[in-house]
Nanobody
Framework: QVQLVESGGGLVQPGGSLRLSCAAS????????MGWYRQAPGNQRELVAT???????NYADSVKGRFTISRDSSKDTVYLQMDSLKPEDTAVYYC??????????????WGQGTQVTVSS
């Protein structure tokens, strides 16, 4: 199986920064896309940013220019640098990976989530 472990969430004031990390482990043969999604109370889970094996990135309009996604493929790790944070960025952030593992198919895997709270 594939495990995704996130770290780096916490409480930060508006305008501050946080860096999230997510490391994938387990019986992984290949990872195609890695990314971050978030879910605020009462809302559906939404895309924040994704990055492909080749480094192509995609961002939600609400975070463009403030968040930066990066990836260390040698470590199967993805990062999310979040700057100029706003209260509306408050949510549980989930790591996602599209990976080929022992079951022999491309599948979606999710981390357990890490809380990000932006408040003064």
């Amino acid at each position: 199986q594939v495990q995704l472990v996130e770290s780096g969430g916490g409480l930060v004031q508006p305008g501050g920064s946080l860096r999230l990390s997510c490391a994938a482990s387990g019986s992984i043969f290949s990872i195609r896309t890695m990314g971050w999604y978030r879910q605020a109370p009462g809302n559906q889970r939404e895309l924040v940013a994704t990055i492909t094996t080749g480094g192509t990135t995609n961002y939600a309009d609400s975070v463009k220019g403030r968040f930066t996604i990066s990836r260390d493929s040698s470590k199967d790790t993805v990062y999310l640098q979040m700057d100029s944070l706003k209260p509306e960025d408050t949510a549980v952030y989930y790591c996602n990976a599209v990976a080929w593992a022992v079951r022999g198919a491309w599948e979606n895997y999710w981390g357990q989530g890490t809380q990000v709270t932006v408040s003064s």
